[in-house]
């Protein structure tokens, strides 16, 4: 069969269309059998013929066949690159596309910094509807593979500066953390940043990271020349007038917003002049329509007038953060620390009983939230309850089972319900996705329906990349209110890249647990 496959590949006329689908069928057929790791070089250099071939179908077929490829034959496509390097000018919009999908797979340890050049180049000329896969896609890199700490500093600036209005939500948590825990670029980093802060105050995300370092690391940004960067003369007034600046303008967001202030407020210990300025700044905000504006500047206004021998220890450096605690840990584990709640029953024991009894006492009244009615006893705890008569609630019901809906080449989706005792009507499912493959599931997007006589509402996932080899899961909360306790059906559209192919599923989910409806 080897032979036979190298036989055609070889000998095959590719000047009509027609040989090149036989070529095509081939390279198909090379890649779904178990064939000579020769022969699979062969296929793959087969396609990047095509990557040169002038119809544009053709480059297409090729770019995603390579995507497919990428995975198994990482090394026989990377010799051809610098073609795919090449498809990012093309034109048309599936091209360039394609080409990036490619392009942000073939990135590895030893071609990274080529890689993330050419790919900043195109994130500032490519389409808008790419930029933020583009510039999604850079950080993941740089975040994977990054040879310094400097050099990734100056690959996430680069792109907030380029891109940062398309940049994932995370960027500015992920920056500050970084800048935080490299001690060592401090100085460097806070320098770059106002540098690129006032040439353009627009790039929201860029603002965001500049103004926080202003104000953790301000006192460096006046000291003498760092070695790492060009001379810069800052002087405080000029500092003080950018962030005013930034309050000011219209293209500030009210999040950005609190950075200025809270990096204004902060330079306050930072700078060795007088306070005055900040102070008039500080006050202003005190009467703003921004709730969360107006709040924060009462709070330091206060700080100020009541409690300024205090300002220095409040206002300090903040403390280094471990990378790794992201938020979607947090949100792990509590997931675990409520399944292992719902997985016990606890009941009260009789001292609980009496405090409680002892509480509604003394407040003189009922409640309804008490969850056990404590057995009658000729005890004074017995008595007053039956005084009191409070309403008798059902125990807590047990745990509904967890059921598994789908199964996919190692990608799995779990749901789990959960339905509060104080709102019969209301279900909550989290649909957790778990991927056991060797290749990582991106773009990973769960969508449901319900019928009509449901309200159904989808919380933000907690991201779209499921990771390999049984990584971090990807959660998401469905909130559904069944206030006819109809019988509930599910239909559930699934969305995703695994192993260079576009994925699509829509099911229906019938089999759910008759507790999760009566």
Same mark, same amino acid.
């Given at each position: 069969?080897?032979?036979?496959?190298?036989?055609?590949?070889?000998?095959?006329?590719?000047?009509?269309?027609?040989?090149?689908?036989?070529?095509?069928?081939?390279?198909?057929?090379?890649?779904?059998?178990?064939?000579?790791?020769?022969?699979?070089?062969?296929?793959?250099?087969?396609?990047?013929?095509?990557?040169?071939?002038?119809?544009?179908?053709?480059?297409?077929?090729?770019?995603?066949?390579?995507?497919?490829?990428?995975?198994?034959?990482?090394?026989?496509?990377?010799?051809?690159?610098?073609?795919?390097?090449?498809?990012?000018?093309?034109?048309?919009?599936?091209?360039?596309?394609?080409?990036?999908?490619?392009?942000?797979?073939?990135?590895?340890?030893?071609?990274?910094?080529?890689?993330?050049?050419?790919?900043?180049?195109?994130?500032?000329?490519?389409?808008?509807?790419?930029?933020?896969?583009?510039?999604?896609?850079?950080? &993941?890199?740089?975040?994977?593979?990054? !040879?310094?700490? @400097?050099?990734?500093?100056? $690959?996430? /600036?680069?792109? %907030?500066? *380029?891109?940062?209005?398309?940049?994932?939500?995370?960027?500015?948590?992920?920056?500050?953390?970084?800048?935080?825990?490299?001690?060592?670029?401090?100085?460097?980093?806070?320098?770059?940043?106002?540098?690129?802060?006032?040439?353009?105050?627009?790039?929201?995300?860029?603002?965001?990271?500049?103004?926080?370092?202003?104000?953790?690391?301000?006192?460096?940004?006046?000291?003498?020349?760092?070695?790492?960067?060009?001379?810069?003369?800052?002087?405080?007034?000029?500092?003080?007038?950018?962030?005013?600046?930034? &309050?000011?303008?219209?293209?500030?967001? !009210?999040?950005? @917003?609190?950075?200025?202030? $809270?990096? /204004?407020?902060? %330079?306050? *210990?930072?700078?060795?002049?007088?306070?005055?300025?900040?102070?008039?700044?500080?006050?202003?905000?005190?009467?703003?329509?921004?709730?969360?504006?107006?709040?924060?500047?009462?709070?330091?206004?206060?700080?100020?007038?009541?409690?300024?021998?205090?300002?220095?220890?409040?206002?300090?450096?903040?403390?280094?953060?471990?990378?790794?605690?992201?938020?979607?840990?947090?949100?792990?584990?509590?997931?675990?620390?409520?399944?292992?709640?719902?997985?016990?029953?606890?009941?009260?024991?009789?001292?609980?009983?009496?405090?409680?009894?002892?509480?509604?006492?003394?407040?003189?009244?009922?409640?309804?939230?008490?969850?056990?009615?404590?057995?009658?006893?000729?005890?004074?705890?017995?008595?007053?309850?039956?005084?009191?008569?409070?309403?008798?609630?059902?125990?807590?019901?047990?745990?509904?089972?967890?059921?598994?809906?789908?199964?996919?080449?190692?990608?799995?989706?779990?749901?789990?319900?959960?339905?509060?005792?104080?709102?019969?009507?209301?279900?909550?499912?989290?649909?957790?996705?778990?991927?056991?493959?060797?290749?990582?599931?991106?773009?990973?997007?769960?969508?449901?329906?319900?019928?009509?006589?449901?309200?159904?509402?989808?919380?933000?996932?907690?991201?779209?990349?499921?990771?390999?080899?049984?990584?971090?899961?990807?959660?998401?909360?469905?909130?559904?209110?069944?206030?006819?306790?109809?019988?509930?059906?599910?239909?559930?559209?699934?969305?995703?890249?695994?192993?260079?192919?576009?994925?699509?599923?829509?099911?229906?989910?019938?089999?759910?647990?008759?507790?999760?409806?009566?």
């Amino acid at each position: 069969m080897n032979d036979l496959l190298a036989q055609v590949a070889t000998n095959t006329d590719t000047s009509r269309n027609a040989g090149n689908a036989v070529l095509f069928e081939t390279v198909l057929t090379i890649m779904d059998i178990r064939s000579a790791a020769g022969l699979r070089v062969l296929a793959v250099n087969i396609l990047g013929r095509f990557l040169l071939n002038s119809d544009k179908n053709i480059r297409y077929v090729a770019l995603t066949s390579l995507l497919r490829l990428v995975q198994s034959d990482h090394s026989a496509v990377q010799r051809h690159r610098p073609t795919v390097v090449e498809c990012l000018r093309e034109p048309d919009a599936s091209l360039s596309r394609r080409a990036l999908e490619l392009s942000l797979a073939l990135v590895n340890s030893s071609n990274v910094r080529a890689m993330t050049q050419e790919l900043q180049g195109f994130l500032e000329y490519c389409p808008r509807d790419l930029r933020a896969d583009c510039a999604s896609g850079i950080l &993941l890199a740089a975040e994977r593979f990054a !040879p310094t700490k @400097r050099w990734h500093i100056d $690959t996430i /600036l680069r792109v %907030l500066t *380029t891109a940062g209005s398309h940049v994932r939500d995370d960027a500015v948590a992920n920056l500050t953390q970084l800048i935080g825990g490299a001690q060592e670029l401090h100085a460097y980093s806070v320098r770059c940043l106002y540098r690129a802060l006032a040439q353009d105050i627009s790039q929201q995300p860029l603002v965001q990271v500049a103004a926080w370092c202003i104000g953790e690391y301000g006192d460096l940004l006046l000291e003498g020349s760092c070695e790492e960067t060009e001379p810069l003369q800052v002087e405080e007034e000029e500092v003080l007038a950018l962030l005013e600046r930034v &309050l000011q303008s219209h293209m500030s967001l !009210p999040a950005t @917003r609190g950075y200025a202030l $809270t990096a /204004l407020m902060k %330079l306050s *210990t930072r700078l060795h002049g007088d306070n005055n300025r900040i102070r008039q700044v500080v006050s202003i905000y005190g009467s703003c329509l921004d709730v969360e504006l107006q709040q924060r500047a009462v709070e330091y206004n206060t700080l100020f007038r009541k409690y300024d021998h205090m300002r220095a220890a409040v206002l300090e450096k903040m403390p280094l953060v471990e990378r790794g605690s992201s938020q979607v840990d947090e949100e792990a584990k509590e997931s675990k620390a409520a399944a292992q709640l719902l997985e016990a029953d606890p009941v009260p024991t009789e001292p609980q009983a009496s405090k409680l009894l002892d509480l509604l006492d003394l407040l003189g009244g009922t409640s309804g939230d008490v969850q056990q009615r404590p057995p009658l006893d000729p005890s004074p705890e017995g008595t007053l309850i039956h005084l009191l008569d409070l309403p008798c609630a059902p125990p807590a019901p047990a745990p509904i089972p967890n059921l598994k809906v789908f199964e996919r080449e190692g990608l799995q989706l779990i749901l789990s319900f959960v339905r509060p005792p104080g709102t019969p009507a209301l279900l909550l499912i989290t649909v957790t996705a778990t991927n056991i493959s060797e290749g990582d599931v991106t773009h990973f997007i769960c969508q449901a329906a319900v019928p009509k006589s449901f309200q159904l509402q989808l919380q933000a996932p907690s991201g779209d990349t499921v990771p390999a080899q049984g990584g971090l899961p990807v959660t998401q909360l469905l909130r559904i209110l069944n206030p006819n306790k109809a019988p509930l059906r599910l239909k559930l559209r699934l969305t995703y890249n695994h192993f260079g192919h576009s994925v699509q599923e829509i099911f229906e989910v019938n089999n759910l647990p008759e507790e999760t409806w009566q």
